[in-house]
């Protein structure tokens, strides 16, 4: 068994087990030769037995996991960089679904060029069992310089721009401002068309409203941190994190309408009506007013 690999792929996961082994499964079918590649999962403090599944799984690359109490994603991976053995290391979230070419067209870019960061498409889907249906859309590249989500990179890179800030102890943002310290060593952004991931597109439900206004919350606070480190116009603009955008905010949800009995009413009555349209409209507000929460509770 080879100790040095190609590429190391690293997954933070925190009790998503469900769909981690979907996540495993379609790793360990790959076009390239196991041997080239290793699957690190670091495990965030989850209160699933990840590591009885993974074992269960029986799978032909090489796989580490390790598990910490939680201290969120920048730190998660962080641990993956250090425990790699890969020259390469592509990212993924825990619930993407990749194809078979997926390894294989990460490293192919990365080896046929230089300084770069290597991007793969993200593609909805409402069915994980058969991904391959979903329609796939230019969109689904990411804008950001550095996304987590589904991208690759020479691991020198990251160890020279200084690795995650793990002051990001909370979901958002510090992909980005890693990438901006990332393009400061001259790096480009590129893209690999046939490394494909499948996110799951969740159906609304009402249900949904509580863990959507705590996500939101959680960008907000690390919204702040973010222009700390960055006070730049492109990170206020960004993250909204200026005086002048919070009394936009501040006045469009004037009176905290979204947290109203009449709102959650409303999102019931639409959903219940299937009216997209107007669930949309409110969703967004309900969402705009956590965030601006997270903000001041991060300020």
């Excluded at 994980?128 to 991208?151: Q, V, W």
């Excluded at 401002?177 to 996110?199: C, D, P, S, T």
């Excluded at 409203?209 to 919204?223: P, V």
Aim: charged share 25%; with cysteine.
């Amino acid at each position: 068994m080879e100790s040095k690999k190609q590429i190391s792929i690293v997954i933070p996961t925190r009790n998503r087990k469900n769909i981690l082994k979907k996540c495993l499964k379609s790793l360990n079918k790959q076009s390239i030769s196991n041997n080239k590649y290793e699957i690190i999962v670091i495990d965030d403090g989850s209160n699933q037995d990840n590591k009885t599944m993974i074992e269960s799984l029986n799978l032909k690359p090489d796989i580490i996991y390790r598990y910490q109490n939680h201290s969120g994603p920048a730190k998660s991976r962080n641990k993956g960089i250090n425990l790699a053995s890969g020259t390469y290391i592509i990212f993924i979230d825990d619930d993407i679904i990749v194809n078979e070419q997926f390894v294989e067209s990460h490293l192919s870019k990365l080896l046929n060029n230089h300084n770069v960061i290597v991007h793969g498409p993200v593609i909805h889907t409402k069915d994980l069992d058969n991904p391959t249906t979903a329609e796939k859309k230019i969109s689904d590249f990411s804008t950001a310089f550095f996304a987590t989500g589904n991208a690759s990179i020479k691991k020198s890179y990251l160890i020279e721009a200084g690795l995650f800030n793990e002051r990001f102890y909370e979901y958002g943002w510090e992909d980005l401002e890693f990438g901006k310290r990332l393009k400061q060593l001259g790096l480009k952004a590129i893209k690999a068309e046939n490394a494909v991931g499948y996110h799951l597109k969740y159906h609304f439900s009402p249900n949904h409203i509580k863990n959507i206004k705590e996500k939101e919350r959680k960008r907000g606070r690390m919204a702040v941190l973010y222009h700390d480190i960055n006070p730049r116009l492109s990170v206020k603009l960004s993250t909204l994190y200026w005086k002048p955008l919070i009394l936009i905010l501040e006045m469009l949800t004037i009176g905290n309408w979204p947290k109203s009995n009449f709102t959650k009413k409303l999102i019931n009555f639409s959903y219940k009506n299937n009216l997209k349209s107007l669930r949309k409209f409110i969703v967004y507000f309900v969402k705009l007013d956590s965030y601006l929460e997270g903000l001041k509770e991060g300020y």
